[in-house]
């Protein structure tokens, strides 16, 4: 087992479900986070790791796609057109892994909870979709 797997911290705790709708618990295995996805009453333990890896590359994917919008965008909300500050916005979206994984999750998973941003997986745990619905219903619980 890799030594970091062992202080891993879960990034999308509450953001992941099966592929049903029904959302997956976090549970530790010894120190290892995994969600746990029912799958016909069976619960099966994934490693978090192994989910947020997936996300994390499906959505610097999406970024990469959409990098220079997205740079022009937060200029203009920042109201700044200098070339240090689009270099500095630029590095920071190319590599969202990370920045996710240095920062506390508790401070931004709420607003993608409040996007409708869902993570669904398979009962193996392979990433089926990202969804931001926003217009859903916010999961109960």
């Not at 490693?47 to 994390?56: E, H, I, N, Q, S």
Request: proline share 4%; with cysteine.
């Amino acid at each position: 087992m890799e030594g970091s797997e062992c202080s891993y911290q879960a990034l999308f705790e509450g953001l992941v479900y099966n592929e049903q709708g029904v959302p997956a618990e976090l549970r530790f295995v010894g120190s290892v986070p995994h969600y746990v996805v029912v799958d016909d009453g069976f619960e099966r333990h994934v490693r978090a790791k192994c989910v947020d890896d997936a996300v994390l590359g499906e959505l610097q994917g999406q970024v990469d796609a959409q990098q220079d919008e997205l740079v022009d965008a937060m200029l203009r909300a920042l109201g700044r057109d200098d070339v240090f500050t689009k270099a500095a916005l630029g590095a920071s979206l190319g590599d969202i892994a990370t920045n996710l994984r240095a920062s506390a999750p508790w401070q931004w998973r709420p607003w993608l909870q409040m996007l409708g941003f869902r993570i669904i997986i398979d009962v193996h745990g392979h990433l089926v979709e990202l969804t931001y619905d926003a217009s859903s219903e916010p999961p109960e619980g």
